[in-house]
């Protein structure tokens, strides 16, 4: 049973042309993450949002945006793809903030792929 | 500035042997440590933690080991199993500063666990 869902599992994208990826939870979590991945390296925090409140890290190029229509739902878009965002995009969940006793819910990813 | 780093990219044991994944942190603000198994094709689940008041946790076959003096910790798997195939992600959090709430992850190591 799927908690955490992304969609697509493989997204190819254009140079330039706008792509979105999103996220779903069965899970009632406060707390949704996008991490970013590429290959080899450390999967890399975008932003999260705790409940409505989006929090985006310092060093997330403007390139990258968030919403989180509902509870359930978390969006990424890439206005302007460019070859360098190609990677795997990781959402995650948990209910507080991660610490001692919040753990973090992934999943599956989605390989964005820009030709 | 990786601020979470594993500095072996692989690591090959055989079946039934011990196998151990080293981690090392500069960030003196963390005080709660994880690692994660991520197989591929899904994302990463949690497979133990440990907080900077203790200096060993076990769950099974698995125990991570923690020395803050050396910023430096360790998970081991005895014996291993071919089913621990994975990479195995370290990861940490602090509950202040700049990084409160949020994962920061080494770029991984990937276990090969030989019949």
């Known amino acids: 049973d799927a908690m955490v869902i992304q969609n697509p599992r493989y997204q190819v994208t254009q140079f330039g042309k706008p792509v979105t990826l999103s996220c779903s939870q069965t899970?009632?979590?406060?707390?949704m993450y996008w991490y970013q991945q590429k290959s080899s390296q450390a999967p890399k925090l975008l932003f999260h949002y705790y409940d409505k409140d989006f929090n985006n890290e310092a060093d997330t190029p403007d390139n990258f945006q968030s919403r989180r229509p509902n509870t359930s739902f978390c969006f990424l878009d890439i206005r302007s793809p460019g070859l360098g965002d190609a990677a795997m995009y990781l959402c995650?969940?948990?209910?507080?903030?991660?610490?001692?006793?919040?753990?973090?819910?992934f999943g599956s990813g989605t390989q964005l792929s820009v030709l | 500035d990786q601020q979470v780093k594993q500095n072996s990219p692989s690591l090959s044991v055989q079946e039934g042997r011990i196998s151990i994944l080293n981690c090392d942190y500069t960030n003196s603000m963390f005080d709660y440590f994880l690692w994660y198994k991520k197989y591929p094709a899904e994302g990463p689940t949690f497979l133990i933690s440990i907080s900077s008041i203790k200096d060993k946790n076990e769950d099974g076959r698995f125990t991570v080991f923690l020395n803050k003096s050396a910023k430096h910790l360790s998970l081991h798997i005895v014996p291993s199993q071919p089913g621990d195939s994975a990479v195995y992600f370290c990861a940490a959090v602090s509950h202040g500063g700049t990084s409160y709430g949020k994962l920061t992850f080494g770029q991984g190591t990937i276990l090969t666990v030989h019949p």
């Open positions: 995650a969940t948990s209910r507080g903030m991660a610490g001692l006793n919040e753990k973090l819910f």
């Open positions: 899970l009632n979590h406060n707390v």
